[in-house]
């Protein structure tokens, strides 16, 4: 735990764009970000996609809750965090049950394959360091790797929004209005759960989405 701490804080300072935290997801929050996972009714062979696991604080507990049918797609576009995960995962006796049907992606997210839909997407992305246009096409891609009833869940830390747009530079002001605005246009017609973990490093928000592939992105 404290060499991914470590680890995790290196690529914060080096990488913020990419990253955007300063410390692995906490494991209340974990749980909480996997609970479509844990619900009774779903797919008998469910296929889950985690995008930007970092060292593998929710990959864990994702292998926790696959049954026998389901495959994992995992896509981190930081090669050190992609490696160390690989190499923490090869000591973990869930992802030994599952390793055939588990998938690994060194690369953004808009350039997954589009073979295959998923009825889960688990997302540690730090949307609100990116700029609208890049956020659009995540969306987008996102919506083409969707089904109708695909459930998406994702994190942004506690007043993040509310603080950037009260005490930025002008420039970076105008981005997260953008980026306000957008995400405030998926939640009125997406959103369907909200959770709030407050045992985390710094508090956060998780949001869950559905019908994503209805999703209203002019890209």
Known sequence: MIKDNIIFLKEFINEFQSTGAPFPTSKWAARALIYPLKQRCRPSALKALELGPGTGSVTVRILEQLREQDSLTVCEINPRFLSLLRAKLN????????RERVTFYGCAVQELPEDQK????????????????????????????????????????????????????????????ELDSFFKGIFSKHLSDRFQVWFNLLPINIYMLKHIDELKIAV
Do not use: W
């Open 91 to 98: 000591e973990n006796p869930h992802y030994h049950l599952h």
């Open 118 to 177: 998923y009825d889960v997407i688990i997302c540690a992305l730090p949307f609100l360091n990116f700029d609208l246009p890049t956020v659009e096409n995540i969306f987008a891609k996102l919506k083409r790797l969707s089904t109708d009833e695909t459930i998406m869940t994702y994190y942004e830390y506690i007043g993040l929004r509310s603080v950037s747009l009260a005490i930025s530079p002008p420039r970076q002001r105008q981005r997260m209005k």
